[in-house]
Structure formats: C-alpha cells, structure tokens
C-alpha cells in the first residue's frame, strides 16, 4: 500500500518524521534486494558477524550462546514422547510455550554465531533441521488452532512468542526456504491471527495494547516478517506504525488517544499512566535502536532524521535516573521487585548508547560515546559487556573504551534538578548524591502491581523518595533487597496509617480480580483490572514543582485512590484502602532537601506513620547513629527522643545521612534485623531469604489525634559539624500548612514556596494567586524567578514581588512583567505547557 502523506500526518506528531518512508513503493526488485540484506543485517546483530566473533572481548558472549543451545539440545534429547523439551509441559500456560519457542530460537541462534575456533554447531544442518522440525511441531500441536491459543497473557500472543518466531525463521531463512519453504507463510498467517487487539491482522494505533514499547516490539517482529516474505508493503507499513513512537506526546493533543511514550520533560509513561522509563522506557528504547541498525543499507534506512530524537530521550529521559551506573526506583513500576534490576537496566541502556553512537555523526556520535565511557567508568558495580545482546555491541563498547581521543562524559551536569511533571517524577543531582522522588494524581497511578509482582505496593507514588550516596554499592540500599526488607508502610517518604493490608493474590487466591459477570466485566486483560488493581490513579489534581537553574521544589496533595473513590459502584467482595492525608513540598536545594508536611491525619481516626528515612544494611556494618535534643543534650543509638538533629553512618560503606528537624514531634529512631524472602514482593522470585539491618526514622500519630505538621531536612554525606550547623543557619520555614508552604535559604538567596488552595498566599515579600510552585533567588544584583502550575489546569499564575520595581532581562514566552504599586507582578501563561516551569531575569 502507498502511505499517503494524509496518514503521515495523522500518525506522526513528532517534526522531522514525515520524510523517513518511503512515499512511493519499493519495486520488486528493491524489495528483493532489501530484504536479504535486512535478514543479513538481523543475523550480524543477533549472532555477530566472523570480525567481531574474533575479538577477544566477545568470547564470554559466543560461550553463552553456544552453552544455551547445548543445554536446550540436551533437553530435547531427554524429552518424553509428548515433549519437545524434557519437563516442559505444554497446553496450558502462555509463558511455558513462549518458553519453547525461545529454546529454539537459542539453539538457531547458536548456528549461525561465526567463532574464532570452528564451532560444533555452527552451520550445523543436522542441529539446523531439528530446530525446524521443533518449529512444525509446536505449530501443529499448540499453536496453529486459533480455536485452542490465545489463553492467558496477551503478551505472550501478540508479541513474546511473536519475536523469538520471527527471528529464528530468519536465522534459519536458508534452510527452511529449501526445507519447508511453506513453513514461513504458515508462521505469519498465525501471528497475524493472534494480533487480536489489532485490526485485520494488522496493527490498531487505536489500541491500547498497541502502543510505546509494546508497538516498537509488534512492528519490528512485523519489519522482519516482511522481509521473510518480500513483502514491501508490509515493511512499510509497519515502519509507519512504528515511527509514531518516535513522536513526542502532546498531552494536549493525543494522536489516537495514546499517552504512552516519551513527552517533552524528558518523561516516559506506559500503560496510559505509569511512569516506566526504567522498564518499558528502556525497552523501546533497545527495540528502536536494534530496527534502525538492521534497516541500515536499505532502501528504508533513515537513521539520521531519527537518532537526533533517540539521543534526546537518553540525554533528556535516561540520563537524569542514572545515578554511578544504576537506574533509579521510581521508573520501574513493577520491575522493583525483580532481583536483577539498577545495574542490569543500565547495561541495557548502554548497549543501546553504544548502537546508537555508530548510527550518529560528528558532535552526536562523540556525546553518546563519552556517555557510554561514563557509565562503563562512573558504576559501582562495573558494566559487564558480556551480557549485551549482541557481540557486534560488544565490540563497539571495547572500541569506545579504547579510544583515548573520547573522554569520559555523563550527558547530565554535575548539578541538576529535573522535573519530570508529566509522569510525577521528581530527580534532583549534586556531587555525592542524588534524590528521586516519586508522586501521583489522577494524571499518574500511585504503583504498578501485575501477575504477581510487586505484590506490596500501595504507597510507592505517595511521596516516596530514595537518597542515593556517592561510591556505595546501591544493591545494599536500594533494588529487591529494600522492598524486601523494608516495610511497605515505612518506605523513606511515606505518610501512612497503621494497618495491615493484603496482596492482591492473599485476598482473591490468583494474581487478578477475576469476576467477569460484574457489569464492570473484571478480567485479567480488561480496563477494569487495570483502572481498579493493576495501576490505580490518585484522586487529587495537585502533584508537581518548579525548576529554577540546579534547584527545585515539587508539592503533592496525598489521596487514596480512584478504587476507594469509586468503592460504591464496585462489587462488595473488591477489597479497597482509604489513604491517611497530608500536604507535602520538598524543596530541593544544594547540600539538603527540604521535606515540609501539613493536615497529617486520618479522617478515620487511625494512627499515622510517616517515614523520614528507611536505609538497609549489610547485618555485618558497623553503623553509628549520633545526635543531639532540642535541650542540647547528646543522642546516640536508638530510641525515642525530642531530637534536633541526627547522624546516620554506615561505617564499612563510608556513608552518611543527617536529618535536621526544623519542627517536628518526637522522632523514633529504630535499627531493626529484618530476614524475608524474596517471594514477599513477587511470587516468581527464588525463595531467597534476605537479612538486613534496617534504619528507621519515624515520626508517629497516635489514633484519633489532630492533623498536625513537621518539617526537617535530609542532609547527604553530613558531618556533625554541619549538622550543628543549622541551629540559627541559613535555612528557615516561612510557613507550612496545608495552604502554604515556603522556605528561605540566605545562603543560596532564595525563596521557595509551593502553595495549594485557591486565594492569595503571602510570605516573605511574596505574593502568590491561586495554586503554584515558585523559586525566586536573588544574587549578583539579579532576580530570577520560576514559576510552575502543578495542578496543570490553570490558565495563568500571577506572582508580586514586593519592593522595588524591576525590569525583565529576560522571560520566557508566557511570562509578562509589569510594574505594580508595591513592586513588580509577573503574569504567567501556565495554559497547556503540562507544569513545565516558566522563568524570567529581572534587575
């Protein structure tokens, strides 16, 4: 089919995408040309090519490959007669086909891997054949009747087995092209059949299911069956479909009603509401990468209109949540609870970078090359190559590290602060240390839970926050191990009330709410499921923050979640939990974060928690903790107390953690011997049990009690001296209730205030209409001020500051500055900018 420039323009939002299909249809001839070499170029990255399996460097990954297939070759030796591979039991679970097919995939895989040394498998025809005949088998027995498929998982249908089909009929191309010739018009009359959220076979862009990293996924599997088949239409076709993940979402503006991609702030969100940088992010992000590299040197290849838009989502969305190598929590959704997690998300996403450096030019290719040299230099744990995917990447990466000419190079700044406001995300970076928050709205789901993972998760979005320490091992504080070890209701950040709640497999005896007869139809796939228990949305509008050059603020309004909201129309045996309340801003400066709270209670009358810090360590750490009263007395070890100030250290990490309590109740401070399983906070992990020694700092509510409020600051890497400090320092509360909150720094000359409610709000020579987030700092004889609308709905904030008139240096569009008895106004357009932060200069 012609792509019209019409369809263009309605699937592609994104500038720059409209030239990168072809507008004419390929002739046979070109089609017969290009798809051979696509094939040859899917080989030459799966299997690497005879130079690169050379290297020394690739060897451990060739090892890999070869040992998968002679441990899948020997289950299929074993197999029983109703088997394709010993013990793998075939009929009625999604995941153990998907399982099989992969298993074969390996084992073609490993015969067309070209090594140094000749190979027992490598274009083996004997091995080749069995691959083939396993391919026939499972289609004849469990995959060919549309009547007896499609049980289960969605994904395992219309894209896992999808993927490892495709490319292992390409692998085998040749020989099934004189084998079984049949067998590849077979494989995708079948997969077009099982895309049954598509339309006609085909991709539906209307479909939820089609959409970010899930389409990047179909449309490559759909690139590769093209070529199989010499079908040019279909290439092009699917090309089309999946430039619109290149597109930058407009939230204003959707194209087919998708909200899953990446937005302007550098955010990215999947699942219509989950912020997923860290999973699905980094997976569409490896899925592009890899079809931009298999579409080189052909008539589809157009690389360079496209990876100037994949370099801004890893300048602009990766590279904030990576801290020394490991990608931060709050972009993970489910993933948390995954034992291979930080690290290993990183090495992904630098086997992209490293792709994505030999399809760019000049100052782009040397960017992501010194990017890739950091985080191969800057991670705790070192980057292990081995594990790419490809030994093509493997090479590449010990090429850049080699070349002296390419200096190592985050793409962040030493100082950052980051508002990812489109998926309520939070990063804020200095030397030492970084800080990520998480938040939620009716905009953004409070957790991710699905299919048995993350099986605790009711306040990961409600304000949670993790405070990450220069030179330490993260997988001692954070990952699997924390979830595990620290309770659900103690996460550092977190307000909750006392009481025990229960996985979604403890209250209905499966990993979903399963009643299909309610007229809101709950099934594992539906809308309901996801709407109700696999990502539910917060209740309240007011969620994000304002960036002002390296510092920020950010505010949410705590809520429980729509299930709670809507527990009347629900059915009566659907378990739903009422949330505690609370006001909260987090100021985000150079050496602390401020955190203020306000109207913490419980409409309920239940006793209330909330979490200053929770930090695990190794049983074995000597840990220190020091402090001091209000009376000025000394502190140390644990207990309850009026405490000013207190020094956490972990002594064997070198690490430390000071919180100033600027105004707050008696602080409980706890080190407790946790041992839980693994399985806790996902029933696929091993029965691994984990031990930690875990820090709490606590502040409590007894039952029944008024709202009250508290403030304190986190400090990084703090010594006692700096602590002390603080007494009559530079940092003071200028008002914290559930309408205002605001801080003042002399030090760093700024103001900070996050109101809430509609009406004026006034502080320190500040006046502020209606809901806002403002950061005005003066210093060098200039004024800058930011300003934000964290409830994303507003047409304009005004903003007075008091004294002397002041004149604009410079504003951004939307920002209009005007003088006003009693001083200088600013009126800022908010309207439709998704709380981006609007700045202005003034003398």
Known sequence: MEITRRRLLTALSAAGLLTVVPAVPASAAEVAEDGPRLLDNLVAVFAGTAESNARPETAERLA?????????????????????????????????????????????????????????????????????????WLHERYYGDQSKGYYGNWFHWEIGISQHVSRTLALLAGPI?????????????????????????????????????????????????????????????????????????????????????????????????????????????????????????????????????????????????????????????????????????????????????????????????????????????????????????????????????????????????????????????????????????????????????????WFQGDGAYYLYLSGQDQTHAYGVDYFT??????????????????????????????????PLNFTASSESQNTYVYFPRGTNGHSGGAVLGALGASGMVLSSDVAYRDRA?????????????????????????????????????RAVTTSVDARPAAPGDRLSLTGQLRDGGAWNGTGSADLRWLRYANVTEGTAVGYVFLDAPRVTVALDEVTRSRRTVRTANPDTEVSRTVLGVTLRQAADARPTRHAYALVPNAGETALRSYRGGPLTVLANSTRLQAVRHTGLGLTAANTFTRGTHQTAGLRVEGPASVLVRRAGGETTVAVADPTMDRRSVSVLLRGRSLRAVSADEGVRVRRVPGGTQLDVDTHQVHGRSLTATLR
């Open 177 to 457: 092209g004189e084998q079984r010739p049949e067998l590849v018009a077979t494989y995708v009359d079948s997969m077009d059949a099982y895309l049954r959220n598509g339309e006609d076979g085909d991709v539906d862009l209307d479909s939820r299911f089609h959409t970010g990293a899930n389409l990047a996924d179909i449309t490559t599997n759909r690139i590769v069956q093209g070529a199989l088949l010499g079908d040019g239409p279909r290439i092009r076709k699917a090309l089309t479909d999946q430039l619109t993940v290149f597109a930058t979402i407009d939230p204003y503006h959707l194209q087919h009603g998708v909200t899953d991609g990446y937005y302007a702030d550098g955010s990215f969100i999947q699942h219509a509401s989950v912020a997923y940088t860290g999973s699905y992010g980094k997976g569409l992000l490896s899925r592009v990468v890899q079809t931009l590299t298999i579409l080189e040197g052909t008539g589809f290849a157009h690389g360079e209109e496209l990876v100037p838009t994949v370099l801004g989502w890893v300048r602009d969305g990766f590279a904030p949540l990576i801290f020394e190598g490991w990608m931060m929590e709050i972009v993970k959704g489910r993933a948390v609870s995954r034992p291979e997690t930080g690290y290993a998300d990183v090495g992904i996403v630098a086997e992209a970078v490293v792709d994505l450096s030999a399809l760019a030019e000049g100052a782009d290719a040397t960017a992501l090359k010194s990017y890739v040299k950091h985080l191969a230099t800057a991670s705790r744990a070192p980057l292990d190559p081995s594990r790419f995917v490809s030994p093509l990447s493997i090479a590449r990466h010990a090429d850049i590290l080699d070349d002296d000419g390419v200096p190592a190079a985050d793409l962040n700044p030493a100082a950052r602060s980051v508002a990812f406001n489109a998926m309520d995300r939070t990063v804020h970076r200095r030397p030492g240390y970084a800080f990520a928050l998480a938040r939620s709205s009716g905009r953004i789901s409070k957790y991710e839970y699905m299919n048995g993972e993350n099986l605790l998760p």
């Open 64 to 136: 890999a490959i070869g040992k998968d297939a002679r441990d899948n070759l020997a289950e299929m030796d074993a197999a029983g007669p109703d088997e394709l591979f010993a013990g793998l039991e075939l009929g009625t679970d999604e995941a153990k086909l998907g399982t099989a097919f992969q298993k074969l995939y390996e084992i073609a895989l490993a015969t067309r891997a070209p090594a140094e040394r000749p190979s027992d498998l490598h274009q083996d025809a004997a091995v080749q054949r069995r691959v083939i005949d396993g391919l026939v």
């Open 569 to 605: 129309k629900l059915p009566e045996d659907f378990t739903v939990y009422r949330n505690a309340s609370a006001t909260k801003s987090w100021f985000l400066l150079d050496d602390e974060i401020v955190v203020l709270a306000a109207g913490v209670g419980d409409a309920a009358g």
């Open 485 to 518: 070890t620290v309770s659900p209701y103690a996460l550092a950040g977190v307000t909750a009330p006392v009481e025990e709640r229960r996985s979604v497999p403890d209250l209905y005896g499966k990993p979903y709410y399963d009643n299909p007869g309610h």
